[in-house]
């Protein structure tokens, strides 16, 4: 237990070294806690990525949008043959697309499990995609090495779930900041501190904060530190993954808040990760809903939250507390356990838990379509000719 639970802050403080571009990818890094990457699991990454249609892959990026993932895969294995052959791999990522326009935030929900992290951290290429393409400011970042992500790690940042295990214990908060600021070269440096102090007043954090240590910190005054620490490099696109819920109820509004004020100042773009629907109700403009890996709904939050179309979209949102009380709203209860992403169920994916499966969900996958203008959806109920 306490073996696996070093292993995953390893892991975490290697994500954040990656993500400060002070490491490799975290694929690289942390090999022997993720379990996969090697020749042929490569090889068949790059074969996958090469199948993909050539008139996807041939169609120009949408040049309004700061990200656009298309088709985005991650798979990891989880076995191996003598001979180094997968035997089994879990689709934790399989066959997302998006795309978010500067200034946004795209909210990601779904349950445990379902690939939320994978996918934000695929994004950032901490993770090496499967397939699939990542259009970032106009250019496809899927196959860069870490070297060539390395100038792009000061735009693109990460905001990570757990407080206590991502901030380094023996620094001071001055010099974790000032760290990534001397790495970018952001400032020259004699004026590194000012600037420092600069942010960490923007972030709520104040002066004599600078010499101390992170254990002397809440939860809540550490998620600060880690925001400034992502600020601080002048990012215009975040992922914040979960990075309210290991906070109390009070200190989440606050903290919510700061990132929106933030936002609002720099122009920032987010990929908000959360369990908490009426967190991500809060502070997106638009939502993604994802299953086993899939996205099976995505639009404006008003079109997903006012007219749901997936049934598993509308069980989940039936699970949340109306505040009105005259309105009624009648709880969808799914049966059965969530799958394994390692064997998914054929089909549809959902069909084993869906209210409304019909006989061709358990054997044909539903095409994700847009129904209308920014709505898409993925389930037999809705036409699937074109
Ligand atoms: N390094 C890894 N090696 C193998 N499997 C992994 C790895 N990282 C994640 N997974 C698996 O991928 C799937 C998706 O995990 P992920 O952490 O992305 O889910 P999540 O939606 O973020 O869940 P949560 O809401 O609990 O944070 C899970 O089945 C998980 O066990
Ligand atoms: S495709 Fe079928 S099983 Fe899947 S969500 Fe739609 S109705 Fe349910
Ligand atoms: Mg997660």
Redo the contacts with the bound molecule.
Sequence with gaps: MEEKKNNANAAEEAANRAAQGEGETLSEESEAFAGFDDAAERAKEQSERDALSERDKALPPDPDAILEVRHLKKYFTLKKSLSGKPLSTLKAVDDVSFKIYPGETLGIVGE??CG???M?RTILKLYQPTAGQIFFEGADIAGYKSVQMRPLRTKMQIVF?DPYSSLPPRSTVGGILAEAVRVHKIVPPAQIKEYVLSVMDKCGLRDYYYERYPHEFSGGQRQRICIARALIVNPNFVVC??PVSALDVSIQAQIINLLKKLQQERGLTYLF?SHDLSVVKYISDKIGVMYLGSMVEYGDKEKIFGNPMHPYTEALFSAVPNPNPDEKTDRIILSGDIPSPADPPMGCKFHTRCPKAMEICSHIAPAYKEYEKGHFVACHCYPQED
């Design positions: 445990s499990g939320k992290t994978t934000g779930q993954d979960e990760i």
